[in-house]
């Protein structure tokens, strides 16, 4: 046989020992004997359509010929956390997610460098961190606040009657957030004790009579007098200062009037409202008083509306009825103007102050609400 044959012929039988028929090229082969099989994995003990809160346990099942080293654990296809043992077992905090749909998933690795993943299993994580707190924050916080000396800009009040979050060097609310269902509305008098807030410590400095005195501007407030009529106090409540910002006449009693009426006629007939308040601050800030209170720009209001009491974030759908509105803060606002004219998506509320509304709610449904405008009659 000549040479060049022979060593065609040695070269084709190396390559046949080497490779499986089908490959068309030696990178596309796998060395004979090589385990390719990737591990077989699955969750156990959480079932799709579940809803979780807290921090969860979660167990892997995982299987291989030659045997598994690993488990990788992943939430929407981010792995947080791997265990190197039997059983496949990790703990999963849920708030560490925000609250919707999520996919988790077990990934199995072997000594061969293969890896097998599960099917995924859809939860919906349900945390209630507004409603631990407070009814009054039962689908979520606005803004962060902290109910500490040294938190001046956001310093969080919790009330019997609403929440609020207060800046001191403003001296004026970042928001007022409350509960409003038939329980709150009775036969109570208008108390007009209006006063400082001797609930808050004598470190976060706040609005005092004198500023508003004489200044032009209404005490503006954001939970008003009349959607806490049950009970003196709850009414007397609503007259601190730090549940106030200064309003201009016309709009405070023509739109912002008309829509606080309005929202109480849907309370009375046996809806659920979830209310947040505050003022909107453009440009350069007036004030007024010698405490230099500061006069924003507009007024916003955000509602949602549930259809009976009691209800929280799981009862939030697409469907879910949100009022939205911004109402400048101005004196050519007309007292007659309808409130359903200043009606924005939520997000454009979101955009002028940095607050997240109904930040509880699951995101999938949230990020739909917030992109709507409200135009029911």
Request: net charge negative; hydrophobic share 40%.
């Amino acid at each position: 046989m000549p040479p060049r044959v022979a060593i065609a012929v040695v070269a084709t039988a190396l390559l046949c020992l080497r490779c499986d028929p089908s490959c068309r090229s030696d990178g596309d082969c796998a060395p004979t004997g090589r385990d390719t099989t990737p591990p077989t994995a699955v969750l156990r003990d959480v079932i799709s359509g579940s809803r979780v809160e807290g921090e969860i346990a979660l167990t892997a099942g995982a299987d291989d010929d030659t045997g598994v080293t690993s488990v990788d654990f992943a939430v929407d296809g981010a792995v947080f956390g791997t265990t190197t043992k039997a059983p496949w077992s990790i703990a999963w905090d849920t708030l560490a997610a925000d609250n919707g749909a999520h996919a988790l998933t077990a990934i199995a690795h072997d000594a061969s460098g293969n890896a097998g993943a599960s099917p995924p299993v859809i939860v919906s994580v349900l945390n209630a961190h507004g409603a631990s707190v407070s009814v009054h924050t039962a689908l979520g916080f606005p803004g962060a606040a902290l109910g500490t000396i040294d938190s001046v800009t956001a310093y969080l009040s919790v009330k019997p009657q609403y929440v609020l979050s207060y800046d001191g060097a403003r001296r004026v609310p970042n928001w007022v957030s409350w509960e409003l269902n038939a329980a709150w509305l009775g036969a109570v008098a208008r108390q007009n004790d209006f006063r400082p807030d001797d609930t808050f410590p004598d470190e976060i400095p706040q609005a005092q009579l004198s500023d508003y005195a004489g200044s032009g501007w209404d005490r503006g407030h954001l939970c008003p007098s009349g959607d806490r009529t049950a009970t003196i106090d709850d009414n007397r409540s609503t007259f601190y200062l730090t549940n106030m910002v200064p309003q201009a006449d016309s709009a405070n009693g023509g739109p912002w009037a008309q829509l606080e009426s309005y929202l109480r006629h849907l309370a009375a007939t046996g809806k659920e409202l979830t209310v947040v308040a505050g003022g909107v601050f453009g440009g350069e800030t007036k004030t007024i008083g010698a405490g230099a209170v500061a006069i924003p720009s507009a007024t916003f209001k955000v509602v949602v509306v549930l259809d009976r009491p009691g209800q929280g974030i799981g009862d939030v759908t697409f469907q879910t009825r949100v009022i939205s509105v911004v109402i400048p803060n101005e004196a050519s606002v007309s007292r007659s103007a309808d409130w359903r004219s200043f009606r924005v998506r939520p997000r454009d509320v979101e955009m002028a102050t940095g607050l997240r509304l109904f930040a509880d709610v699951p995101h999938e449904v949230r990020e739909v609400l917030v992109d709507r405008v409200d135009v029911a009659p």
